[in-house]
């Protein structure tokens, strides 16, 4: 192993190091990994932020299995029909391995290795973007604006129309920001470090200066002012951070955390996205839109339910200013520091409208931001769909959630284990293999667990088959008819950068990222329970999940629980996916042959799978915890890199505990 220094080198490495590697085929691997390990562990602790290339003869060995975050460059063979040479680097792209003639008498092929690695500043340009200074003062005089703002004004104008009042008053909100808060252009270059503050620049211009004028001893003394600045900012930074931790502000902890380790997770290739992907995925995610009949005749409440201008204010004051604004571009901002004087009006609009049954068009208005589901998007149902949806209106759904959790019965579907107080997937789990192990005790059974993936679940809710199953649950009329209003007619439109599709009107399906959303989809799904007391079904949110009890052989209740739960569905309007429904069986009985017969579901096969990821966990055949830690083992690994970063950036021990 060589540290070098290369004359060009990508200002985000610090140093090279270059490894040769060479295991003999009959070696113990394990032993040789671990040594190699060992080498290469201790000097990214000392240089965390070099570039490592580690290249030579390998033969079966595989240095993924003790460094992951390792990617392998060679992909064709180099001996007969064998890869056995191998080049590895931390970055994906940072090579192109081409194979070559042998040299000499060797009976390996030569690999020529073409350089493809872009530094951070030519892979991405920089990002311009137009914000809103916020200050106090923005603040205080908002406050001001609102405070002498006669809000009856609005409802006179509207002569009690609730889509008008509801538009005039965020118009009117929305003017006020624009005249109060001023806009500036920020420029983010893509290797900007957080800790980088005005004293720093100005060291750097200073030391720029210097050398430009060709003044040596000015240029030294800049030179050390900059180094000063540099160690002073980074100083002021990790107290920033750390305290953070101490104040449990863990979000903004994780944040810097994030930025110091230049950690990001998995990133998603999106591809090229054209003008018409938006009007595309519209119109995908309103493919179970059904123009059915929404009218119900529900009586009247004589005591509608209203809510109170002091719920309304601490709502207002709990709002994450953090969160994206809906499609009306009203920051959560605002909601806060003028939760006082905004109070009076938005309780005076929801009250009118939970009176006439009425949601305003301009608080069901959604906008659609598509999140990839997985690392490499080939099709419109790769992409998640995440409402963005008005502060304002989430603010009194909160309000209206509590009411209706507050009427629903403590022992309403207990095995439902999503948004309910003191329930959790820990709890799923538990009862999950509770359920499995003990009957596993008991001679001659088995255990079939079907993990059940219905398409797009919150999309396909019928709002009309919902309120009838509210009214059943004695939810009071006026609510069930202001509910169905909420979920219908609801203007939709899916965003891509600065791309935005054309606008349509739903009627089927409940906003995900909407807060009452989570909620009606449970209650929707309350009357979905096991049939026969030999099964049990635990629903966590959409995730659904059949454990089926078997003894002597007979699979008839549990076969009778799948047809019985796929009719279910059928009924409900809910698109089982039954090429991602998987099955577990656990079955420690030596079998006499044959196997077990597989479940069908519409006509196609369920797949078997040994191991299973439930809930955060991995569920082995055999219900031991080995892939699991392996799993979390791996994991921990890749972390170790991080680890570094955030020692050499000088972190207290507690946060680097704390991020492991």
């Given at each position: 192993?060589?540290?070098?220094r290369?004359?060009?080198?990508p200002?985000?490495?610090t140093?090279?190091?270059c490894?040769a ?6 070696a113990?691997?394990?032993?040789a990994l ?6 290469i ?5 000392l240089h965390?932020e ?5 290249a030579g ?5 595989n ?13 064709f ?9 191998h080049v ?12 070559r003639p042998a040299f ?5 092929s ?17 990002m311009?973007r137009?914000v809103?200074?916020?200050?106090d ?7 001001h604006c609102?405070?002498?703002?006669d809000?009856?004004?609005?409802r006179?104008?509207a002569?009690n ?8 008053v ?6 006020c920001?624009n005249?109060v808060?001023?806009r500036?252009?920020v420029r ?15 060291a750097?211009r200073?030391?720029t200066?210097?050398?430009k004028f060709?003044?040596?001893?000015e240029?030294k003394?800049s030179?050390y002012a900059?180094r000063k600045a540099?160690?002073?900012a980074?100083?002021?930074?990790r107290?920033k ?6 104040n449990?502000?863990?979000?903004n902890?994780?944040?810097?955390l994030?930025t110091?380790?230049d950690y990001?997770g998995?990133s998603?290739?999106?591809?090229v996205?054209?003008a018409?992907l938006?009007?595309e ?5 309103a ?6 009949s929404q ?7 004589s005591r509608?339910y ?12 709990k709002?994450?200013?953090r969160?994206?604004?809906g499609?009306d571009?009203i920051?959560?901002?605002?909601f ?7 109070a009076?009006?938005?309780t005076?609009?929801f009250?009118?409208s939970l009176?006439?049954s009425a949601v305003p068009?301009?608080f ?5 931001i ?8 080939s099709c419109l149902n790769d992409y998640r769909?995440v409402?963005l949806?008005?502060i304002a209106?989430k ?10 959790t507050s009427?629903?019965?403590?022992s309403?579907d207990?095995?439902?284990f999503?948004y ?7 709890d799923?789990i ?8 003990s009957h ?7 255990v079939?667990?079907?993990f059940i993936?219905?398409s797009s679940a919150?999309?396909?809710i019928v709002p009309?088959?919902l309120?009838m199953?509210?009214?059943d ?9 202001w509910i ?6 609801r203007?939709?439109?899916?965003r891509?950068?600065?791309?935005t599709s054309s606008t349509?009107t739903l009627?089927?399906?409940a906003p995900?990222g909407?807060?009452l959303?989570p909620l009606?989809?449970t209650l929707f799904?309350?009357?979905c329970?096991a049939?026969?007391?030999?099964n049990t079904?635990i629903k966590?949110a ?5 454990i089926?009890c ?5 699979e ?8 019985a739960?796929?009719s279910?569905c059928?009924d409900?309007n809910?698109?089982?996916?039954v090429?991602?429904t998987k ?15 597989p479940?069908h579901?519409?006509?196609a096969e369920?797949?078997?799978v040994?191991c299973f990821r ?5 569920i082995?055949?055999d219900?031991?915890?080995s ?8 994991a921990?690994?890749?972390r ?5 970063r955030l020692?050499?950036?000088g972190?207290d ?8």
């Amino acid at each position: 192993m060589i540290r070098c220094r290369p004359f060009y080198l990508p200002r985000e490495f610090t140093a090279i190091f270059c490894t040769a590697v060479y295991i003999p085929p009959h070696a113990d691997t394990t032993r040789a990994l671990d040594e190699l390990f060992d080498a290469i562990d201790r000097q990214e602790t000392l240089h965390p932020e070099a570039a490592f290339i580690v290249a030579g003869d390998f033969n079966k060995a595989n240095m993924k299995k003790v460094l992951p975050k390792f990617y392998q460059h060679v992909n064709f063979p180099t001996r007969g029909e064998n890869i056995l040479d191998h080049v590895y680097t931390l970055y994906a792209h940072a090579y192109k391995a081409r194979p070559r003639p042998a040299f000499g008498k060797s009976d390996h092929s030569s690999v020529l290795l073409l350089p493809a690695y872009r530094q951070k500043l030519k892979r991405e340009q920089p990002m311009m973007r137009s914000v809103q200074r916020w200050t106090d003062q923005s603040d205080s005089t908002l406050r001001h604006c609102f405070n002498i703002t006669d809000w009856e004004v609005f409802r006179t104008a509207a002569d009690n129309n609730i889509n008008n009042y509801a538009e005039y008053v965020m118009d009117f909100i929305h003017k006020c920001i624009n005249d109060v808060v001023p806009r500036v252009n920020v420029r983010t270059y893509p290797n900007q470090k957080p800790w980088v503050n005005g004293e720093a620049r100005a060291a750097l211009r200073a030391r720029t200066a210097a050398f430009k004028f060709g003044d040596p001893s000015e240029y030294k003394s800049s030179r050390y002012a900059l180094r000063k600045a540099i160690k002073t900012a980074k100083g002021q930074y990790r107290e920033k951070v750390e305290s953070c931790y101490s104040n449990s502000n863990i979000r903004n902890m994780w944040t810097g955390l994030k930025t110091i380790t230049d950690y990001k997770g998995k990133s998603c290739r999106v591809g090229v996205v054209t003008a018409s992907l938006p009007d595309e995925l519209n119109t995908f995610y309103a493919r179970f839109d059904k123009h059915l009949s929404q009218e119900l005749l529900l009586e009247e409440d004589s005591r509608p339910y209203q809510i109170s201008q002091a719920d309304m204010c601490k709502h207002f004051r709990k709002v994450n200013t953090r969160k994206a604004p809906g499609p009306d571009n009203i920051p959560g901002r605002v909601f806060k520091a003028c939760a006082h004087e905004l109070a009076d009006v938005f309780t005076d609009i929801f009250n009118l409208s939970l009176l006439q049954s009425a949601v305003p068009t301009c608080f069901k208005m959604t906008t659609i931001i598509p999140v990839p589901k997985k690392m490499n998007v080939s099709c419109l149902n790769d992409y998640r769909p995440v409402a963005l949806t008005s502060i304002a209106m989430k603010c009194f759904e909160r309000i209206g959630k509590a009411h209706i959790t507050s009427l629903l019965p403590a022992s309403l579907d207990p095995l439902q284990f999503a948004y309910r107080s003191n329930r959790s997937t820990d709890d799923a789990i538990a009862i999950a293999l509770h359920t499995a192990l003990s009957h596993l005790d008991q001679r001659n059974t088995y255990v079939r667990m079907l993990f059940i993936d219905c398409s797009s679940a919150f999309n396909t809710i019928v709002p009309s088959r919902l309120v009838m199953k509210l009214r059943d649950l004695n939810i009071g009329s006026s609510l069930c008819s202001w509910i169905l209003d909420f979920l219908t007619n609801r203007p939709q439109v899916v965003r891509i950068g600065n791309i935005t599709s054309s606008t349509l009107t739903l009627s089927t399906g409940a906003p995900q990222g909407c807060v009452l959303s989570p909620l009606l989809y449970t209650l929707f799904t309350h009357d979905c329970t096991a049939t026969h007391s030999s099964n049990t079904i635990i629903k966590f949110a959409d995730d659904t999940t059949i454990i089926g009890c078997i003894s002597n052989g007979d699979e008839s209740a549990y076969r009778a629980e799948v047809r019985a739960l796929t009719s279910w569905c059928r009924d409900n309007n809910l698109l089982l996916n039954v090429s991602k429904t998987k099955e577990l069986i656990v079955d420690y009985r030596r079998l006499q042959g044959g196997g077990h017969t597989p479940i069908h579901i519409e006509g196609a096969e369920v797949e078997r799978v040994s191991c299973f990821r439930f809930l955060g966990i991995n569920i082995s055949e055999d219900l031991s915890w080995s892939h699991h830690v392996g799993v979390i083992t791996k994991a921990a690994r890749q972390r170790l890199f991080f680890l570094r970063r955030l020692r050499r950036f000088g972190m207290d021990s507690r946060i680097l505990t704390n991020f492991y």
